[in-house]
């Protein structure tokens, strides 16, 4: 299965009527582009899903050690500076980011961009469009980001500033100075 996008340009959706759309849709996983189209995309394959469950377990048990800031899974909604709604595979931001946010801001797509993402390539994913949301990330505020593809069995490494990093079959990857300490084990994923 692939995402199918349904250009809009005749409605535009409020980021209001776009949060209870989802809402209303749980069985569903949208996204929106900074274009305001939308984006249909299919459910993760079991496998996938696994890796992705895995990977969010791995940075949240990091998080409940050190407490500096707070996870999202693939279900977390962000509103990009852009315009654009993304759900990341993975996430994290900043402690003193999420106190920031009103208690009604929290409760919603989170109007901002993470500090760190990670989106894992599933077999039905398109490698220019998801590195296309990895550029999105970074033009956004993402300081760190790791497009992680268990078929070619590389990760791209995404960061502020600077080239695209490949690593070919790494065994970890360093949260760096974003997620300082934090150590990914991708045994698992390979």
Request: with cysteine; net charge negative; proline share 6%.
């Amino acid at each position: 299965m692939t995402a199918f996008i349904l250009n809009l340009d005749s409605i535009q959706l409020t980021d209001e009527q776009f949060f209870q759309l989802c809402q209303d849709n749980r069985d569903l996983r949208f996204e929106r582009n900074a274009n305001g189209d939308l984006i249909i995309m299919p459910p993760a394959g079991g496998e996938t899903s696994n890796h992705n469950a895995g990977i969010t377990a791995q940075i949240w048990m990091w998080n409940q050690q050190n407490q500096q800031g707070i996870v999202f899974d693939s279900s977390g909604g962000f509103k990009l500076p852009n315009g654009a709604d993304r759900s990341p595979d993975a996430s994290w931001i900043p402690l003193e980011r999420w106190n920031a946010l009103t208690s009604e801001q929290q409760k919603r797509f989170l109007p901002l961009c993470p500090d760190f993402v990670v989106e894992l390539r599933s077999p039905s994913d398109s490698l220019t469009a998801i590195r296309q949301k990895m550029q999105e990330y970074l033009a956004n505020g993402t300081r760190l980001g790791w497009l992680i593809d268990p078929q070619s069995r590389r990760v791209e490494v995404y960061r502020q500033g600077q080239e695209v990093e490949i690593l070919e079959s790494p065994a970890t990857l360093s949260g760096e100075d974003v997620l300082v300490g934090f150590i990914l084990n991708l045994a698992p994923i390979w």
